[in-house]
C-alpha cells in the first residue's frame, strides 16, 4: 500500500511556482491516435499536446471521440494505432501495474459523476485516501472535510448521492477527484445537463482548481462558456482529429470554417435534434 | 446455412471467453481475500446481504420440502410397511443433496442475481471505471467481499435448511403417519451417526457443507463477471443478471453431480 498523499502543507497538489502554461513542456502527447469501434472510425489519427498546467478544452460535435480520448488517456480502452504519453510514460501498451502507476496521477470527473451510490458523501471522498494512505481516520474525516469545502459541498457530508442535484454530484465527483491528489485532471462535459448558473459554477471550480492547485486539466465539452470561463487553449475536434487548436481568445475569433460553423451553431450539437 | 454457424461460432467463442473471464476473476478475488480485514465493513453489509435476507425464503421452503419428502415417501413406504425409513430417507436426502442444492437454486435465485444486477449497473453507470481510475480493483471492492460472504453463509444456510427440513419432515411424519417424533429424531441421527468423519462430523452432513461451500463461491463468482461484464445500459444490466441466473443453476446441478461423484463412489 502506498502513501500517496503527504501532508496538506506539502501536497503535490500546490503550485509549481516555474510551471506555467505558456512555454511549458508538453505533459500529456498523442500522436497519430486511431480509434475504431465495430467499422465506426471515431478516432483517425489523432495528434494533441497538452503543456504542464493549462487547462486544455477539446471541443466539438457530439460523437467525435472526445470522451473515448479521455479515455484512451487512462487505459480504460485501448488504441488501435498510434502513441499516448504521459509525462515520460506510455500509456498505450502500459501493463497494469504501469497503468495504475500513471492512474495514479490522474483524476478522472465522469459525465456521470460516477458516485458509488452505497456510499455516502463523505465516503466517497475518503475512498482514494483509505484505499491508498495509511491515514488514521480522523486525519481522513479532516481532509474530506477540506475537500468538501473547496467544493463548497461539506452541508451535504452524511448525505447519499441519490439526494444530490446533478450539479451537487459533479462537485463532490470533484473532490474525491482532489483527495487523489492528482497532478492531471480530466473533465468530460462537466456541466451537461446543467443550468446556466451551475454551469458558471462548475467553470469557475474547473479554474480555482487550476489556480490553486497548478494542475493540468483536459476538458471534454461542447458547452462555449464553460470552455471560455475556463480554458487556456482550445482544440477543436472533427472526424476524428484536431481541425483548429488556438489559445481561447484567439480561438473564439477565429477565421477557421469549421470552427466557426460550430461556433455560431451551424452544426447541431445533437444531431437532427431542434435547434 | 453460413449465417446459423456463424452464429454458432460467435456464441460457442462468447461463451468460452466468459467462462475464462470468469475463471480469472475467481482467481484474482481470490487472491484479495487477504485483504478481509481491510474491507470488514463491506464484508459484514455482505453477510447480512447473503445470510439474513434470504433466510425466511429459505425457512419455508425447507419447511415445506421436509413436508412434502416426507407425505410422499411416507405414504409409498407405508404401503409396503417400511414407514419408520422415512426419517432415514429425509435425514440423508436433506443433509446429502437436497439441503446443498435448494439453498443453492435459492441464493442464485436471490443473492446471485442481485449482484449481477447490483455490479452490472455499476459497471454501466461507469462506477466501475470510476473504480480503476482511482486505482482500486474491482475484484478487491467488490467481488471478494461477496465471495467470501457467500462462501460462509451459503453452508450455514444449508445447515438451516437441513435441520428446518428435518423437522419438517418430523412434523408431517407425527401428525399424518403417526411416527412419534422421538422415534424420528432418533433414526435420523442413527442414520446420519453411520459414518463419521473430522471430529465426529456425520460424513453425510460434511459432504453437504462442502457442497454448499462450492456452490457459494460459484454463484458469487457467476454473479459478479456477469455484472461486470454488463453493456448496454439497462438492458445489458437485465441480460447480465439473466445470464448469471442460469449459469449459476446450471453450474450447480453440473458441479454437485461430480462432487457427490467423488464423495461416494
Known amino acids: 500500500m502506498s502513501d500517496r498523499v503527504p501532508p496538506i502543507a506539502a501536497t503535490p497538489l500546490a503550485p509549481d511556482p516555474g510551471a506555467t502554461a505558456a512555454g511549458a513542456e508538453a505533459l500529456i502527447r498523442l500522436v497519430g491516435v486511431h480509434k475504431a469501434f465495430g467499422g465506426k472510425h471515431v478516432l483517425n489519427g489523432l495528434d494533441l499536446e497538452v503543456r504542464r498546467g493549462e487547462t486544455f478544452v477539446i471541443l466539438g460535435p457530439s460523437g467525435t471521440g472526445k470522451s473515448v480520448l479521455l479515455k484512451l488517456l487512462v487505459g480504460l480502452l485501448k488504441p488501435d494505432r498510434g502513441e499516448i504519453w504521459v509525462g515520460r510514460q506510455r500509456v498505450d501498451g502500459a501493463r497494469d501495474r504501469e497503468l495504475w502507476e500513471i492512474r495514479g496521477r490522474i483524476g478522472y470527473l465522469f459525465q456521470s459523476s460516477a458516485l458509488i451510490n452505497w456510499l455516502t458523501v463523505a465516503e466517497n471522498v475518503a475512498l482514494p485516501l483509505s484505499e491508498h494512505t495509511r491515514l488514521r481516520p480522523h486525519e481522513i474525516d479532516q481532509r474530506v472535510d477540506e475537500y468538501l469545502g473547496k467544493v463548497h459541498m461539506l452541508q451535504s457530508k452524511y448525505q447519499m448521492p441519490g439526494e444530490l442535484s446533478g450539479g451537487q454530484k459533479r462537485r463532490v465527483a470533484l473532490a474525491r477527484v482532489l483527495a487523489g491528489t492528482p497532478t492531471i485532471i480530466l473533465y468530460d462535459e462537466p456541466t451537461a445537463g446543467l443550468d446556466p448558473v451551475m454551469t458558471q459554477n462548475i467553470a469557475a471550480l474547473i479554474r480555482s482548481v487550476q489556480l490553486e492547485f497548478g494542475v493540468t486539466s483536459i476538458l471534454v465539452t461542447h458547452d462555449l462558456p464553460c470552455a471560455s470561463e475556463a480554458g487556456d487553449r482550445v482544440a477543436f475536434v472533427d472526424g476524428g482529429k484536431v481541425v483548429h487548436c488556438d489559445t481561447t481568445e484567439q480561438f473564439m475569433h477565429t477565421d477557421h470554417p469549421a470552427v466557426r460553423n460550430f461556433l455560431r451553431g451551424g452544426r447541431p450539437v445533437v444531431p437532427g435534434a431542434p435547434r | ?265
Open chain 2, 1 to 265: 446455412m453460413i449465417r446459423f454457424f456463424s452464429f454458432l461460432g460467435r456464441t460457442l467463442e462468447e461463451a468460452m471467453q466468459g467462462t475464462g473471464q470468469t475463471v480469472e476473476l475467481f482467481g484474482r478475488a481470490a487472491l484479495q481475500v487477504r485483504h478481509c480485514w481491510k474491507r470488514r465493513r463491506f464484508l459484514l453489509d455482505q453477510l447480512y446481504t447473503c445470510g439474513i435476507r434470504p433466510l425466511p425464503v429459505v425457512l419455508v421452503v425447507a419447511l415445506f420440502t421436509g413436508m412434502i419428502l416426507a407425505l410422499q415417501t411416507g405414504i409409498e413406504l407405508d404401503r409396503f410397511g417400511a414407514k419408520d425409513r422415512i426419517a432415514s430417507i429425509i435425514g440423508l436426502g436433506l443433509c446429502r443433496e437436497m439441503g446443498p442444492f435448494m439453498t443453492a437454486l435459492i441464493l442464485t435465485a436471490s443473492v446471485g442475481s442481485g449482484i449481477a444486477a447490483e455490479i452490472g449497473t455499476m459497471k454501466v453507470s461507469e462506477e466501475i471505471d470510476a473504480l480503476e481510475i482511482l486505482s482500486i480493483r474491482p475484484e478487491s471492492f467488490l467481488v471478494m467481499p461477496r465471495l467470501v460472504a457467500m462462501a460462509i453463509v451459503t453452508p450455514l444456510l444449508t445447515f438451516v435448511t437441513d435441520i428446518v427440513g428435518i423437522l419438517g419432515g418430523c412434523l408431517v411424519s407425527a401428525t399424518r403417519l403417526r411416527i412419534a417424533p422421538e422415534q424420528y429424531l432418533k433414526n435420523v441421527v442413527e442414520s446420519l451417526s453411520e459414518v463419521l468423519t473430522y471430529g465426529g462430523l456425520p460424513k453425510d452432513l460434511y459432504t453437504g457443507l462442502v457442497k454448499a461451500f462450492v456452490f457459494g463461491v460459484i454463484i458469487a463468482t457467476v454473479g459478479s463477471s456477469a455484472g461486470l461484464r454488463a453493456s448496454g445500459g439497462a438492458i445489458g444490466v437485465g441480460r447480465a443478471t439473466r445470464s448469471s441466473v442460469i449459469q449459476s443453476f446450471v453450474l450447480v446441478i453440473v458441479v454437485g453431480y461430480y462432487l457427490t461423484s467423488f464423495f461416494y463412489t
